[in-house]
Protein backbone atom coordinates (compact mmCIF):
# COMPACT_ATOMS: atom_id res chain seq x y z
CA UNK A 1 0.00 0.00 0.00
CA UNK A 2 1.22 3.30 -1.20
CA UNK A 3 -0.28 6.49 -0.20
CA UNK A 4 0.13 10.08 -1.03
CA UNK A 5 0.24 12.06 2.50
CA UNK A 6 -0.19 16.31 2.62
CA UNK A 7 0.44 18.72 5.10
CA UNK A 8 -3.19 20.15 6.83
CA UNK A 9 -1.95 22.21 9.71
CA UNK A 10 0.89 23.55 11.85
CA UNK A 11 1.91 25.19 14.93
CA UNK A 12 5.03 27.09 16.33
CA UNK A 13 6.94 28.83 19.48
CA UNK A 14 9.71 29.95 18.37
CA UNK A 15 12.55 32.90 18.63
CA UNK A 16 10.47 34.42 15.74
CA UNK A 17 6.96 33.55 16.51
CA UNK A 18 4.49 32.30 18.91
CA UNK A 19 2.29 31.24 15.70
CA UNK A 20 3.06 29.97 12.30
CA UNK A 21 1.55 33.60 10.66
CA UNK A 22 3.25 35.48 12.88
CA UNK A 23 6.92 33.50 12.60
CA UNK A 24 6.25 33.63 8.66
CA UNK A 25 5.53 37.48 8.50
CA UNK A 26 8.65 37.95 10.31
CA UNK A 27 10.35 35.53 8.61
CA UNK A 28 9.51 37.38 5.30
CA UNK A 29 10.61 40.33 6.59
CA UNK A 30 14.04 38.72 7.42
CA UNK A 31 13.91 39.84 11.21
CA UNK A 32 16.71 38.66 13.23
CA UNK A 33 15.45 36.33 16.12
CA UNK A 34 18.23 35.90 18.18
CA UNK A 35 18.96 38.03 21.57
CA UNK A 36 21.38 38.71 23.95
CA UNK A 37 21.35 36.28 27.40
CA UNK A 38 19.08 37.74 29.93
CA UNK A 39 18.74 33.90 31.44
CA UNK A 40 22.23 34.31 33.68
CA UNK A 41 25.25 36.93 34.17
CA UNK A 42 27.07 36.75 31.03
CA UNK A 43 30.16 38.68 32.48
CA UNK A 44 32.68 36.55 33.01
CA UNK A 45 31.16 34.11 30.08
CA UNK A 46 32.54 34.09 26.61
CA UNK A 47 28.77 33.13 24.71
CA UNK A 48 26.23 36.60 24.89
CA UNK A 49 23.85 35.70 22.39
CA UNK A 50 20.81 32.75 22.15
CA UNK A 51 17.70 32.13 20.37
CA UNK A 52 15.19 32.40 23.21
CA UNK A 53 11.80 32.57 23.12
CA UNK A 54 10.31 35.79 24.93
CA UNK A 55 7.65 35.92 27.70
CA UNK A 56 5.92 32.65 26.55
CA UNK A 57 2.94 31.49 28.31
CA UNK A 58 1.06 28.45 27.67
CA UNK A 59 -2.29 29.06 29.64
CA UNK A 60 -4.30 29.66 25.90
CA UNK A 61 -3.68 26.15 25.40
CA UNK A 62 -2.87 24.30 28.63
CA UNK A 63 -4.62 24.51 32.10
CA UNK A 64 -2.25 26.65 34.59
CA UNK A 65 -2.01 23.61 36.65
CA UNK A 66 -1.03 21.22 34.61
CA UNK A 67 1.41 23.51 32.81
CA UNK A 68 3.36 23.41 35.87
CA UNK A 69 3.79 20.21 35.74
CA UNK A 70 5.37 19.60 32.32
CA UNK A 71 8.55 21.02 30.84
CA UNK A 72 9.19 23.74 29.06
CA UNK A 73 10.25 21.83 25.79
CA UNK A 74 6.88 19.46 26.28
CA UNK A 75 4.81 22.99 26.80
CA UNK A 76 6.46 24.16 23.93
CA UNK A 77 5.16 20.96 21.87
CA UNK A 78 1.68 20.87 23.40
CA UNK A 79 1.07 24.80 22.38
CA UNK A 80 2.75 24.01 18.57
CA UNK A 81 0.59 20.83 18.37
CA UNK A 82 -2.37 22.54 19.25
CA UNK A 83 -1.60 25.04 17.27
CA UNK A 84 -1.51 22.54 14.20
CA UNK A 85 -4.67 21.11 15.03
CA UNK A 86 -6.56 24.19 14.81
CA UNK A 87 -4.91 25.12 11.76
CA UNK A 88 -6.14 21.46 10.18
CA UNK A 89 -9.84 22.45 11.71
CA UNK A 90 -10.93 19.06 12.96
CA UNK A 91 -10.25 16.90 15.76
CA UNK A 92 -9.85 13.54 13.54
CA UNK A 93 -12.44 12.35 16.16
CA UNK A 94 -14.03 10.34 12.61
CA UNK A 95 -10.58 8.20 12.63
CA UNK A 96 -10.36 5.67 15.02
CA UNK A 97 -7.84 7.13 17.69
CA UNK A 98 -5.47 4.13 17.15
CA UNK A 99 -4.86 5.08 13.49
CA UNK A 100 -3.92 8.61 14.70
CA UNK A 101 -0.37 8.92 16.17
CA UNK A 102 2.09 11.31 17.49
CA UNK A 103 5.68 11.40 16.97
CA UNK A 104 8.20 14.41 18.47
CA UNK A 105 11.39 14.27 18.17
CA UNK A 106 13.68 15.85 21.06
CA UNK A 107 17.53 16.08 21.06
CA UNK A 108 18.09 16.63 24.47
CA UNK A 109 14.99 17.40 26.81
CA UNK A 110 14.50 18.61 30.11
CA UNK A 111 18.21 19.97 31.01
CA UNK A 112 16.79 22.94 32.71
CA UNK A 113 15.43 21.27 35.42
CA UNK A 114 17.78 18.62 35.58
CA UNK A 115 20.33 21.44 36.54
CA UNK A 116 18.38 22.72 38.80
CA UNK A 117 17.48 19.19 40.77
CA UNK A 118 21.00 18.07 40.77
CA UNK A 119 21.95 21.01 42.28
CA UNK A 120 19.34 20.45 45.09
CA UNK A 121 20.65 16.71 45.19
CA UNK A 122 23.79 17.78 46.56
CA UNK A 123 22.45 20.01 49.25
CA UNK A 124 20.35 17.45 50.03
CA UNK A 125 19.28 14.27 47.84
CA UNK A 126 15.13 13.39 49.66
CA UNK A 127 14.49 17.21 47.94
CA UNK A 128 14.41 16.53 44.32
CA UNK A 129 10.77 16.94 42.83
CA UNK A 130 8.50 13.70 42.50
CA UNK A 131 8.15 15.15 39.19
CA UNK A 132 11.30 15.31 37.99
CA UNK A 133 11.65 12.24 36.22
CA UNK A 134 8.68 12.32 34.81
CA UNK A 135 8.97 16.11 33.35
CA UNK A 136 12.71 15.98 32.66
CA UNK A 137 12.34 12.58 30.29
CA UNK A 138 11.84 13.85 25.91
CA UNK A 139 9.36 11.28 25.21
CA UNK A 140 7.16 13.57 27.55
CA UNK A 141 6.46 15.67 24.59
CA UNK A 142 4.56 13.21 22.58
CA UNK A 143 3.30 11.18 25.44
CA UNK A 144 1.76 14.52 26.63
CA UNK A 145 0.54 15.83 22.96
CA UNK A 146 -1.24 12.45 22.76
CA UNK A 147 -2.87 12.60 26.37
CA UNK A 148 -4.13 16.29 25.04
CA UNK A 149 -5.79 15.28 21.61
CA UNK A 150 -6.80 11.78 22.37
CA UNK A 151 -4.31 10.37 19.57
CA UNK A 152 -3.92 6.60 20.63
CA UNK A 153 -1.75 5.54 17.60
CA UNK A 154 2.17 5.22 17.22
CA UNK A 155 3.64 7.74 20.19
CA UNK A 156 7.01 7.78 20.17
CA UNK A 157 10.22 10.12 20.55
CA UNK A 158 12.73 9.98 17.93
CA UNK A 159 16.57 11.21 19.80
CA UNK A 160 18.72 11.85 17.07
CA UNK A 161 20.10 14.72 18.05
CA UNK A 162 19.82 18.22 15.77
CA UNK A 163 17.93 15.06 13.21
CA UNK A 164 15.03 14.57 15.50
CA UNK A 165 12.43 16.70 14.25
CA UNK A 166 13.36 15.54 10.36
CA UNK A 167 12.76 11.92 11.69
CA UNK A 168 10.28 12.42 13.32
CA UNK A 169 8.35 14.14 10.38
CA UNK A 170 10.46 11.41 8.15
CA UNK A 171 8.82 8.58 10.18
CA UNK A 172 4.95 9.81 10.68
CA UNK A 173 5.21 10.06 6.80
CA UNK A 174 6.05 6.79 6.26
CA UNK A 175 3.39 5.49 8.82
CA UNK A 176 0.73 7.26 6.85
CA UNK A 177 1.92 6.32 2.97
CA UNK A 178 2.23 2.48 4.34
CA UNK A 179 -1.02 2.65 5.94
CA UNK A 180 -0.32 2.23 9.59
CA UNK A 181 -1.64 5.73 10.13
CA UNK A 182 -3.90 8.34 8.56
CA UNK A 183 -2.87 11.48 10.45
CA UNK A 184 0.17 12.42 12.40
CA UNK A 185 1.16 15.27 14.83
CA UNK A 186 4.90 15.60 14.12
CA UNK A 187 7.93 17.58 14.37
CA UNK A 188 10.30 18.35 17.20
CA UNK A 189 10.85 20.57 20.76
CA UNK A 190 13.89 21.64 22.67
CA UNK A 191 14.39 24.40 25.48
CA UNK A 192 17.65 23.56 27.15
CA UNK A 193 18.81 27.60 27.21
CA UNK A 194 21.03 27.62 30.29
CA UNK A 195 24.71 28.13 31.43
CA UNK A 196 24.98 24.40 31.82
CA UNK A 197 24.24 23.62 28.21
CA UNK A 198 26.09 26.78 26.78
CA UNK A 199 29.01 25.84 29.13
CA UNK A 200 29.20 22.34 27.18
CA UNK A 201 28.41 23.64 23.11
CA UNK A 202 30.62 26.17 24.46
CA UNK A 203 33.68 23.68 25.49
CA UNK A 204 33.62 21.95 22.38
CA UNK A 205 33.91 24.55 20.51
CA UNK A 206 30.63 24.72 18.65
CA UNK A 207 28.64 28.07 19.42
CA UNK A 208 29.69 31.37 18.08
CA UNK A 209 31.13 33.86 20.44
CA UNK A 210 30.27 37.05 18.85
CA UNK A 211 29.25 40.32 20.66
CA UNK A 212 26.69 41.71 17.87
CA UNK A 213 23.51 39.83 17.44
CA UNK A 214 23.85 40.55 13.14
CA UNK A 215 27.39 38.51 13.63
CA UNK A 216 26.44 35.75 15.38
CA UNK A 217 24.84 33.32 13.13
CA UNK A 218 26.36 33.56 9.50
CA UNK A 219 26.09 30.14 7.63
CA UNK A 220 28.30 29.52 4.94
CA UNK A 221 30.48 32.56 5.69
CA UNK A 222 34.25 32.48 5.83
CA UNK A 223 34.14 33.92 9.11
CA UNK A 224 31.53 31.79 10.39
CA UNK A 225 32.86 30.87 14.00
CA UNK A 226 29.90 28.64 15.50
CA UNK A 227 26.21 28.26 15.96
CA UNK A 228 23.76 29.69 18.36
CA UNK A 229 21.56 27.76 20.66
CA UNK A 230 17.96 27.99 20.24
CA UNK A 231 15.13 26.93 21.42
CA UNK A 232 11.29 26.36 20.55
CA UNK A 233 9.06 23.87 18.83
CA UNK A 234 7.76 23.31 15.20
CA UNK A 235 4.93 20.73 14.80
CA UNK A 236 2.91 19.60 11.58
CA UNK A 237 -0.06 17.77 11.49
CA UNK A 238 0.07 15.12 8.50
CA UNK A 239 -3.23 13.43 6.78
CA UNK A 240 -3.77 10.85 4.58
CA UNK A 241 -4.67 12.61 0.92
CA UNK A 242 -8.07 11.09 0.39
CA UNK A 243 -9.33 11.95 3.96
CA UNK A 244 -7.82 15.20 4.10
CA UNK A 245 -9.77 15.45 0.36
CA UNK A 246 -12.99 14.53 1.07
CA UNK A 247 -13.42 16.65 4.28
CA UNK A 248 -12.44 19.86 2.47
CA UNK A 249 -9.19 20.43 4.21
CA UNK A 250 -7.01 23.52 3.10
CA UNK A 251 -3.50 21.26 2.34
CA UNK A 252 -0.45 23.04 2.34
CA UNK A 253 1.94 21.33 0.52
CA UNK A 254 2.67 17.85 0.41
CA UNK A 255 5.30 15.08 1.61
CA UNK A 256 6.38 12.94 -1.00
CA UNK A 257 9.83 11.23 0.29
CA UNK A 258 12.07 11.01 2.77
CA UNK A 259 15.82 9.89 3.70
CA UNK A 260 17.75 8.63 6.42
CA UNK A 261 21.12 7.52 6.58
CA UNK A 262 23.77 6.95 8.68
CA UNK A 263 28.02 8.59 8.60
CA UNK A 264 29.38 5.97 10.73
CA UNK A 265 31.98 8.41 10.99
CA UNK A 266 32.70 10.51 13.91
CA UNK A 267 30.75 11.55 16.98
CA UNK A 268 30.50 15.66 16.16
CA UNK A 269 31.73 16.11 12.41
CA UNK A 270 30.19 15.23 9.54
CA UNK A 271 31.68 12.63 6.93
CA UNK A 272 34.22 14.86 4.97
CA UNK A 273 32.89 12.66 1.43
CA UNK A 274 29.11 13.85 2.63
CA UNK A 275 28.57 10.41 0.78
CA UNK A 276 25.61 9.68 3.54
CA UNK A 277 24.00 12.74 3.60
CA UNK A 278 24.15 12.91 -0.34
CA UNK A 279 21.93 9.58 -0.43
CA UNK A 280 19.54 11.19 2.52
CA UNK A 281 18.84 13.54 0.01
CA UNK A 282 18.53 11.46 -3.22
CA UNK A 283 16.80 8.90 -1.87
CA UNK A 284 14.34 11.74 -0.23
CA UNK A 285 13.50 13.25 -4.00
CA UNK A 286 13.41 10.06 -5.63
CA UNK A 287 10.48 8.56 -3.61
CA UNK A 288 9.52 11.90 -4.65
CA UNK A 289 9.51 11.60 -8.35
CA UNK A 290 11.74 14.51 -8.87
CA UNK A 291 15.13 14.46 -11.34
CA UNK A 292 17.88 15.96 -9.63
CA UNK A 293 17.38 19.11 -11.78
CA UNK A 294 13.86 19.13 -10.33
CA UNK A 295 15.03 20.37 -7.27
CA UNK A 296 14.86 24.07 -7.01
CA UNK A 297 15.44 24.86 -2.91
CA UNK A 298 17.06 23.48 -0.12
CA UNK A 299 15.84 24.65 3.21
CA UNK A 300 19.68 23.71 3.92
CA UNK A 301 20.95 22.33 8.17
CA UNK A 302 23.29 25.50 7.62
CA UNK A 303 24.43 26.04 11.40
CA UNK A 304 27.63 28.24 10.54
CA UNK A 305 29.64 25.79 12.11
CA UNK A 306 33.05 25.52 10.04
CA UNK A 307 32.49 22.12 9.27
CA UNK A 308 28.72 21.22 8.88
CA UNK A 309 28.61 24.19 5.70
CA UNK A 310 31.86 23.17 4.24
CA UNK A 311 30.80 19.30 4.26
CA UNK A 312 26.78 20.07 3.59
CA UNK A 313 27.78 22.05 0.53
CA UNK A 314 29.89 18.81 -0.38
CA UNK A 315 26.86 16.61 -0.31
CA UNK A 316 24.48 18.94 -1.75
CA UNK A 317 26.75 18.53 -4.85
CA UNK A 318 26.94 14.74 -4.67
CA UNK A 319 23.20 14.58 -4.22
CA UNK A 320 22.23 16.56 -7.43
CA UNK A 321 25.63 16.91 -9.49
CA UNK A 322 27.18 19.58 -9.73
CA UNK A 323 25.09 21.18 -12.81
CA UNK A 324 22.07 20.91 -11.00
CA UNK A 325 23.28 22.02 -7.06
CA UNK A 326 24.70 25.23 -8.61
CA UNK A 327 21.07 25.97 -10.28
CA UNK A 328 19.53 25.13 -6.94
CA UNK A 329 18.59 27.89 -4.24
CA UNK A 330 19.48 27.43 -0.57
CA UNK A 331 18.96 29.07 2.48
CA UNK A 332 19.33 28.27 6.07
CA UNK A 333 16.63 29.38 8.38
CA UNK A 334 19.32 29.28 11.33
CA UNK A 335 20.20 32.75 10.20
CA UNK A 336 17.76 34.21 11.76
CA UNK A 337 16.39 32.46 14.88
CA UNK A 338 19.81 29.96 15.30
CA UNK A 339 20.13 26.29 16.15
CA UNK A 340 17.12 24.94 17.75
CA UNK A 341 18.56 21.24 18.22
CA UNK A 342 16.11 18.66 18.71
CA UNK A 343 13.26 21.02 17.03
CA UNK A 344 15.43 22.58 13.96
CA UNK A 345 14.06 19.92 11.38
CA UNK A 346 10.08 21.19 12.64
CA UNK A 347 10.38 24.59 12.68
CA UNK A 348 12.56 24.57 9.36
CA UNK A 349 9.89 22.20 7.67
CA UNK A 350 7.42 24.66 8.31
CA UNK A 351 9.63 27.35 6.60
CA UNK A 352 10.04 24.28 3.93
CA UNK A 353 6.13 23.92 3.17
CA UNK A 354 5.28 27.80 3.18
CA UNK A 355 8.36 28.44 0.66
CA UNK A 356 6.83 25.75 -2.06
CA UNK A 357 3.31 27.04 -1.23
CA UNK A 358 4.01 30.71 -1.86
CA UNK A 359 7.07 30.38 -4.05
CA UNK A 360 9.02 32.12 -1.51
CA UNK A 361 12.73 31.86 -0.36
CA UNK A 362 13.80 33.78 2.21
CA UNK A 363 17.36 35.66 2.27
CA UNK A 364 20.39 33.63 4.47
CA UNK A 365 21.05 36.61 6.72
CA UNK A 366 24.97 37.57 7.91
CA UNK A 367 26.61 36.69 5.00
CA UNK A 368 29.35 38.87 4.32
CA UNK A 369 32.54 36.72 2.66
CA UNK A 370 32.20 34.23 0.65
CA UNK A 371 34.06 30.93 1.48
CA UNK A 372 35.65 28.95 -1.86
CA UNK A 373 34.81 26.09 0.13
CA UNK A 374 30.98 26.98 -0.27
CA UNK A 375 29.98 28.01 -3.55
CA UNK A 376 26.98 27.27 -3.69
CA UNK A 377 23.86 30.09 -4.17
CA UNK A 378 22.87 30.45 -0.64
CA UNK A 379 20.21 33.34 -1.18
CA UNK A 380 22.81 35.55 0.58
CA UNK A 381 21.54 38.81 -1.16
CA UNK A 382 17.74 39.07 -1.41
CA UNK A 383 14.57 37.36 -0.89
CA UNK A 384 14.14 35.17 -4.03
CA UNK A 385 10.37 34.65 -5.40
CA UNK A 386 10.84 30.96 -7.28
CA UNK A 387 8.09 28.49 -8.86
CA UNK A 388 9.44 25.28 -6.37
CA UNK A 389 9.06 22.33 -7.96
CA UNK A 390 10.57 19.88 -5.28
CA UNK A 391 12.13 21.58 -2.24
CA UNK A 392 14.71 19.19 0.21
CA UNK A 393 14.64 20.20 4.21
CA UNK A 394 17.87 19.06 5.38
CA UNK A 395 19.20 17.90 9.01
CA UNK A 396 22.42 16.86 9.67
CA UNK A 397 22.78 15.37 13.90
CA UNK A 398 25.84 14.85 16.09
CA UNK A 399 26.74 11.54 15.74
CA UNK A 400 26.47 11.22 11.96
CA UNK A 401 22.28 11.22 12.13
CA UNK A 402 20.99 12.66 8.72
CA UNK A 403 17.52 13.21 7.48
CA UNK A 404 16.09 14.77 4.45
CA UNK A 405 12.26 15.44 3.73
CA UNK A 406 11.52 16.30 0.21
CA UNK A 407 7.98 18.66 -0.16
CA UNK A 408 6.20 19.50 -3.16
CA UNK A 409 3.25 22.17 -4.43
CA UNK A 410 -0.06 21.02 -3.46
CA UNK A 411 -1.64 20.25 -7.13
CA UNK A 412 -4.47 18.57 -6.36
Known amino acids: MSRRVVITGMGTVNPLGKNVE ?43 KEAKRLDRFTQFA ?28 V ?45 KGDNFCTTTACASATHAIGEAFRKIKDGYLDVALC ?9 FALSGFNN ?17 DLNRQGFVLGEGAG ?82 KLALGEEAARKTVINSTKSM ?18 SVKEGFIHRTLGYKTPDPECDLDYATDANRHVDIKGALSNSLGFGGHNATICIKKYEG
Open 235 to 316: VLCLEEYEHAKARGANIIAEIAGYGATGDAYHMTSPSPTGEAAAYAMKCAYEEAGLKPEEVNYINAHGTSTGLNDKYETTAI
Open 107 to 151: GIGGLNMTEAEVTKFNEKPDKVSVFFIPMMIGNMAAGTVAMQTGF
Open 22 to 64: EYWENIKANKLGVSYIDQFDTSDFPVKIVGAVKDFDPSEYIDK
Open 78 to 105: TVAAKQALAQAGTDFSDIVPFRAGVIIG
Open 337 to 354: IGHLLGAAGGVEAIVTAL
Open 187 to 195: GGSEACISR
Open 204 to 220: MKALSRAEKLEEASTPF
